[in-house]
């Protein structure tokens, strides 16, 4: 028996050799033809028929090659939405000195009240496809406190009136008040900025609108461009005929994601 075994594995091991050393093979071959096509595109070459990566001749082998021999390569690192954070304006540089001087600690302690909400809602944001950035909404709103309540009576961490809450699908009651929930309440906060931005195709835009209304945003759009789109730069050419809390709201948060982003940079 033991002898039969060994055989076995000496005709196994005669079999494997070859077939990997022809799979090699044929991977360089694969390889260098798609270089050569690579190289082609390169210089202006024009490529007629050109077989998606995810279903070439390679790419099929290369599976095959990991399934006999065990080994996969390393996943692509994952690319994320981004709001952009580099525009300049004396406003945002306004708000950048003061969250690093005057309200240093205030702003510290909200990043680090940030840290426990931080995976649930960026993962809700990165599955929507949308800017990571939109996170310190919720700090400009709250400081992340789930039970904050405005003096208008705008509750949670998203700071949601009642009319807008249920429009978004939270229940609010005597007993049940969702816009408490942090889950829950990121969920229609996130759906209400998708919807923004769909109207006004901007995040700057959007942000203006959630903390003053799509009305209006609208009005000062129309008013200022004669349209009832636009881009982030317009938010500070309208910036003036919006209420004064709205004209820092969005700056605000560009500062806050600024120094949240680079918080070694800033000394935070």
């Known amino acids: 028996m033991k002898r039969f075994r060994h055989r076995m594995t000496r005709v196994r091991a005669r079999v494997a050799f070859p077939?990997?050393?022809?799979?090699?093979?044929?991977?360089?071959?694969?390889?260098?033809?798609?270089?050569?096509?690579?190289l082609g595109r390169a210089v202006g070459v024009e490529q007629v028929g050109d077989v998606p990566a995810a279903h070439s001749p390679l790419a099929t082998l290369t599976e095959d090659l990991a399934a006999l021999t065990g080994v996969r390569s390393a996943p692509k690192a994952a690319s994320f939405a981004t709001l952009d954070v580099?525009?300049?304006?004396a406003h945002i540089d306004r708000w950048v000195?003061?969250?690093?001087?005057?309200?240093?600690?205030?702003?510290?302690?909200?990043?680090?009240?940030?840290?426990?909400?931080?995976?649930?809602?960026?993962a809700?944001?990165?599955?929507?496809?949308?800017?990571?950035?939109?996170?310190?909404?919720?700090?400009?709103?709250?400081?992340?406190?789930?039970?904050?309540?405005?003096?208008?009576?705008?509750?949670?961490?998203?700071q949601f009136m009642s009319p807008t809450a249920r429009q978004f699908g939270l229940s609010v009651g005597r007993r049940v008040d969702e816009r408490k929930d942090p889950a829950k309440a990121?969920?229609?906060?996130?759906?209400?900025l998708t919807q923004l931005h769909t109207r006004f195709g901007s995040w700057?835009?959007?942000?203006?609108?959630?903390?003053?209304?799509q009305g209006t945003v609208s009005k000062a759009l129309r008013t200022v461009t004669g349209r009832s789109t636009g881009t982030d730069a317009d938010f500070f050419l309208i910036m003036p005929r919006l209420p004064k809390e709205t004209q820092d709201y969005v700056p605000k948060l560009i500062a806050t994601a600024r120094v949240g982003s680079e918080r070694e940079k800033y000394g935070m």
């Open 19 to 38: 077939v990997l050393g022809i799979g090699m093979g044929i991977a360089t071959l694969f390889t260098g033809l798609e270089r050569s096509s690579f």
């Open 204 to 213: 700057y835009l959007a942000a203006a609108a959630y903390n003053s209304g």
């Open 97 to 122: 000195t003061r969250l690093t001087t005057s309200a240093r600690g205030d702003f510290r302690n909200s990043l680090q009240r940030m840290s426990k909400y931080e995976d649930m809602i960026t």
């Open 186 to 192: 990121t969920d229609a906060a996130l759906t209400y």
């Open 124 to 158: 809700k944001i990165d599955a929507r496809g949308m800017p990571r950035e939109l996170i310190y909404l919720a700090l400009i709103e709250s400081n992340f406190n789930p039970t904050a309540q405005s003096r208008v009576k705008a509750v949670g961490m998203w």
């Open 86 to 89: 580099d525009m300049e304006h």
